[in-house]
């Protein structure tokens, strides 16, 4: 530390996103991000559900899920206030990398 020039380093913000499950990284993310507009019978995200597993499974499938996350073109850019951090993208990509697991 005292050869790095004693910064005030901390490892907070480090972003790990080699091993992600459903329960403990993505659902958290798609709950906090995604379900305010995308859950419940009155859903404002043009009648699309994320609330459980199988309904995000079949926009992960399709395509649309990563596609808007990633706000690429011809995709509806969701969140529509903002892009995801960008540890929470990659946590995503690699989720859906590994088989998107209801793991």
């Known amino acids: 530390w005292i050869q790095q020039g004693a910064k005030n380093l901390t490892c907070e913000g480090v972003c790990d996103s080699t091993q992600t499950s459903f329960k403990n990284n993505i659902l958290p993310i798609v ?7 995308h859950s419940g019978t009155a859903a404002s995200g043009g009648g699309i ?9 079949k926009y992960v499938d399709n395509g649309k899920f990563l596609g808007s996350l990633l706000q690429s073109p011809g995709y509806s850019a969701m969140p529509k206030s903002g892009k995801l951090p960008d540890c929470d993208i990659r946590k995503i990509r690699n989720w859906i990398r590994q088989g998107a697991l209801n793991n």
């Open 31 to 37: 709950t906090l991000q995604c379900k305010g507009c």
């Open 49 to 57: 559900l994320l609330s459980t597993y199988a309904e995000i499974k």
